[in-house]
């Protein structure tokens, strides 16, 4: 019963800055949680005041950390996939409520010649932009970042654009230009959080940008990569320390993109929003149809909003073969002439000929198309021309369009990955240590927790052994597995395992004989040894980098908690590393 107690402490992403301790005697208390010197846990409650309870009356308590509470964020906007990309410790999750996007993952970092971290991304094709404020960034390791990301493929190796900001303050754009090639270093400059990013693309060029607001922008960098037309684009956020979660919260997030937003209205009066998309142009012909599907065919009213980029430096005219069609560019009401100038006057409403408009080469200028109908067959273009600009509807690669990410209204609530098991070892016990495994032999695994100590622990005192995240590394809760080895692909190979080098192992199978693996080869997730069961403990300790250690006793001094593992001794971690403690008749009653 108590991988029940596990998989429900590792599935509850519920840890927020309001804590909430309970006592032996069923009191309660919600505010502010501390873990304090002479074994205390003190809880300051929203009046200020302050109680101090001796750790042996503490029946569970929660404590502020790296971790969100992901209750009131639901499924990321339509259209928007999250995923992890290289090998993570944690596997990641994300959320979003109206414009902010929550992120959380536990992860390497971005660069080297691979990357580890989680991806919110949309597919982009040709120049686009994408604006992200990124409003905090929080867990262990002060070097973990957030940002805006290009990015060739989704393996780890792909080249890739970033520019990011650090939890330390620090923002900077980093780059690949080649696949499998170690990054140059990247030059940083000072940020505070919350804080603005930018970056652009220019067919190979891509320019980063920060601001702490929004308008003024302050260049990163420029650099080149050749990468494909068609990639990806999104926000990354990767933890620095494979040991340890990191959260970021990103809002108000925007790309511009090829087209135009196209608004439909089931009024002519523009009152009525019907639906509103992105269109690759303005040129329609509807033959007594509806412009959308389920619009009315007759007495309604659309309006197209962008920018357009035109490829000459000199005067331009905008044309119409709409009859009833006003344009604005960069707020000013500019004149249309039609396209075919033997159409009727009787129709040309609100089109006379146009002022010749001066416009630059390169540059973007935001517009507004309006265009009203009441009945019959309705065509609409909208186009220009120049000296050097035949007269033509102005093409997609000339248009461009923001497009915000937003949560629906009214979606359901996301649902959050229930966590898995992370690299480490589980031992018999019940305790789960992050960790990266050194070597396993007949003597036993040997491995590092927080990356700093190393322990042997003989093989009969073992459960599990996890080297990377697999799509069914779930399959390692179920206390009734048989002895055998999770593989990369998910396959489950049950049979006897053998040791010989300390990288190296054996697994004998009924259906397949005898098959060697490699501990560093991505063939193998996992080795099962057994059965765990609890027993030994009082307390069930629940860290920042996904440790859930059965301890006999707890001592709480300045800056360390000794935390008393029964098969393992004494541990010594930070403090703000324990984010939750449970006594374990509470983790009994909860796996009942």
Same mark, same amino acid.
């Given at each position: 019963? &108590? ?27 919600? +505010? ?7 074994? !205390? ?48 410790? !944690? ?6 409520? %109206? ?33 992200? *404020? ?30 990011? !900001? ?13 696949? +499998? ?73 925007? *790309? ?27 040129? =329609? ?71 010749? @408009? ?5 540059? *973007? ?18 186009? &220009? ?39 480490? !070892? ?37 459960? *599990?052994? @996890? ?21 990369? %692909? ?8 053998? =040791? ?63 935390? @008393? ?28």
């Amino acid at each position: 019963m &108590w991988m029940l107690c596990v998989a429900a402490v590792l599935a509850g992403l519920c840890l927020n800055v309001a804590a909430v301790v309970t006592t032996l005697d069923g009191k309660q208390y919600d +505010g502010e949680a501390f873990l304090e010197p002479g074994d !205390i846990v003190s809880v300051v409650l929203r009046d200020s005041s302050k109680h101090s309870i001796p750790l042996d009356q503490v029946k569970s308590a929660t404590f502020a950390s790296g971790l969100m509470s992901t209750a009131s964020f639901g499924q990321i906007a339509e259209g928007w996939t999250n995923t992890d990309v290289g090998d993570v410790t !944690i596997s990641g999750i994300a959320g979003q409520s %109206n414009s902010l996007f929550a992120v959380q993952v536990g992860s390497g970092d971005i660069g080297d010649r691979s990357d580890s971290f989680h991806y919110v991304h949309v597919p982009a094709s040709g120049d686009v932009d994408i604006v992200a *404020r990124v409003v905090s960034i929080s867990g262990a390791d002060r070097l973990a970042r957030a940002g805006v990301m290009f990015r060739d493929s989704l393996r780890p190796e792909a080249k890739f654009a970033f520019a990011s !900001i650090s939890a330390n303050g620090e923002a900077a754009l980093q780059h690949r230009a080649d696949t +499998g090639k170690a990054p140059p270093s990247a030059g940083s400059v000072p940020a505070t959080l919350p804080s603005w990013l930018k970056l652009s693309r220019r067919e190979k060029n891509f320019t980063a940008f920060h601001s702490v607001d929004g308008k003024d922008w302050q260049q990163l960098g420029l650099i080149s990569i050749t990468m494909k037309d068609n990639c990806y684009v999104g926000l990354a956020v990767a933890s620095h320390s494979a040991l340890s979660f990191c959260s970021a919260l990103i809002g108000d997030v925007t *790309r511009t993109v090829r087209g135009v937003r196209g608004e439909y209205f089931a009024d002519t009066n523009f009152g009525q929003l019907f639906t509103n998309r992105v269109e690759p142009m303005i040129s =329609f012909f509807w033959d007594g149809t509806p412009p959308v599907e389920g619009a009315p065919a007759n007495n309604y009213s659309a309006r197209w909003t962008g920018e357009f980029e035109p490829k000459f430096s000199e005067n331009h005219s905008f044309h119409a073969d709409a009859g009833d069609a006003r344009l604005w560019i960069d707020g000013e009401e500019v004149g249309l002439s039609m396209f075919r100038p033997n159409t009727p006057a009787g129709r040309q409403t609100n089109v006379a000929n146009s002022a010749a @408009v001066s416009l630059k080469a390169g540059s *973007r200028y935001p517009f507004r198309f309006e265009f009203r109908h009441t009945s019959g067959r309705a065509s609409v273009r909208f186009g &220009w021309s120049s000296q050097s600009q035949s007269k033509e509807p102005i093409q997609p690669k000339r248009l461009f369009c923001r497009v915000e990410a937003r949560a629906q209204p009214g979606q359901r609530r996301a649902v959050t990955n229930a966590w898995t098991m992370g690299r480490g !070892i589980l031992l018999r016990n019940g305790t789960f240590l992050s960790g990266a495994i050194r070597s396993i032999s007949a003597d036993g695994v040997k491995f590092a927790h927080r990356g700093e100590k190393e322990y042997t622990v003989p093989l009969h005192q073992v459960a *599990r052994a @996890v080297f990377r995240i697999s799509p069914r590394n779930v399959l390692l809760g179920n206390p009734e597995l048989a002895q055998g080895a999770l593989l990369g %692909n998910g396959d489950f190979i049950e049979g006897r395992l053998q =040791f010989g080098r300390d990288r190296d192992v054996k697994v004998s199978s009924v259906l397949l004989g005898l098959k060697g693996y490699n501990l560093d080869s991505s063939d193998l997730a996992a080795l099962v040894f057994g059965s765990p069961s609890a027993g030994g403990a009082r307390y069930e300790v629940r860290m920042a980098d996904n440790s859930i250690v059965m301890a006999k006793t707890i001592s709480v001094a300045q800056e360390q908690v000794e935390i @008393v593992e029964p098969l393992l001794g004494a541990l010594q971690v930070p403090r703000d590393a324990v984010t939750e403690i449970r006594g374990i008749e509470q983790r009994a009653a909860t796996s009942k």
